[in-house]
């Protein structure tokens, strides 16, 4: 009985050492993706990021008329709001955050920097609301030569949509006087910055491209919809720790119900989420916006929980070309819409596609 034993413990011990060979030589930040745990308790907590911009409206909704809390039952909800995809991912894979509202190229980021494990996206929230914005002046692609265009952080999704479009117009991003400088910049400082004239424009976010054109006399040289198939690229999209997913998998959807409910309300009723947007913004930023910008800025934006899953190839390959990343990131098995659908389908809407994405890939 105790060879029988013996025997048992070796192969267990040959076939842990096994899979530890086949593992990749960096761990992850997280484990390894793993089913869903059926009937888990809820969360004590969940810890949800956000930035103050238009393009974030679900979570402003969400968050200012109660809809996650009155979602969350007994999960205490508790908010930190970022100002660029960079910081927000950090926090996501220190550990400090369980999901964050984000833009496509630092979800697509926070995906490879953990080798396709700590994270999943589980809803999409915002289409559309980009723009490259501009000194009157500067009317074609060739006259931004010599000049200094702001993104809101090196690595965000603007920044690396603006990248792309240069290099598709025959533009080099540098110091070099027939280059194009480019400024990383929080959404507030360029606003400043272009008032004063230190930078020529910014490809940025709602509702700073409005605030641009409407308060500092910018012109629209690109709106980024005239550059994706029916004018649709997601802007913001749901994000969630791949563990936090598995182990409170009631939670997430909770969450997915509430981030629902705030995109029907703003489709029921426009004009009041507007405003609540802008309190929201208020309480945030210690300013509202002025009528004229938030109308502006609700006019470029969708909110959508679909997360238009097939672009996401195309955007892994535009980070690469922007020299954000040095390859295409493998894209495959970034998504999770199974928690989605089925509380749409409980809703009696539409799935959303998946595009495949919600498979491991072979890398």
Not at 212 to 222: C, F, H, I, K, Y
Request: aromatic share 4%.
């Amino acid at each position: 009985m105790r060879r029988l034993r013996a025997s048992a413990l070796i192969v267990a011990a040959l076939a842990l050492l096994a899979a530890t060979a086949c593992s990749r030589a960096e761990p992850a930040p997280q484990p390894p993706a793993a089913a869903p745990t059926a009937g888990a308790a809820p969360a004590a907590e969940l810890r949800l990021g956000y930035f103050p911009n238009v393009t974030h409206a679900p979570a402003i909704i969400g968050v200012e008329q109660g809809l996650f809390t009155a979602e969350l039952g007994s999960t205490t909800l508790t908010t930190q709001t970022f100002n660029a995809g960079g910081d927000a991912v950090n926090a996501l894979l220190g550990g400090s955050l369980d999901a964050t509202y984000i833009g496509s190229g630092p979800a697509i980021n926070a995906f490879a920097k953990s080798d396709g494990q700590a994270v999943r996206l589980i809803a999409g929230a915002t289409s559309g609301g980009a723009q490259l914005v501009v000194k009157p002046e500067i009317t074609s692609p060739e006259q931004l030569k010599g000049k200094t265009i702001a993104t809101p952080q090196l690595g965000n999704t603007q920044d690396i949509a603006l990248k792309k479009w240069l290099i598709d117009n025959g533009l080099t991003a540098g110091d070099a006087p027939d280059a194009v400088k480019i400024a990383n910049l929080d959404n507030p400082r360029t606003l400043d910055a272009f008032k004063q004239g230190s930078v020529d424009g910014g490809w940025l976010p709602e509702p700073w491209s409005s605030r641009l054109v409407l308060e500092a006399g910018a012109s629209v040289l690109v709106d980024e919809a005239t550059l994706w198939p029916n004018g649709k690229f997601p802007t913001t999209v749901l994000l969630v720790r791949t563990e936090f997913l598995n182990q409170y998998p009631d939670t997430v959807r909770a969450l997915l119900r509430g981030h629902l409910k705030a995109i029907d309300e703003a489709a029921a009723k426009p004009d009041e989420a507007k405003a609540v947007v802008n309190q929201g913004l208020q309480k945030l930023t210690g300013k509202a916006l002025d009528g004229p910008v938030i109308e502006r800025a609700f006019q470029n934006i969708t909110l959508d929980p679909d997360p238009l899953a097939a672009t996401f190839p195309q955007l892994a390959k535009d980070s690469a070309t922007a020299g954000v990343t040095d390859q295409p990131t493998d894209v495959a098995g970034l998504l999770d819409v199974a928690p989605l659908n089925a509380e749409l389908q409980a809703a009696g809407k539409s799935p959303v596609d998946a595009a495949g994405l919600d498979r491991p890939g072979n890398s």
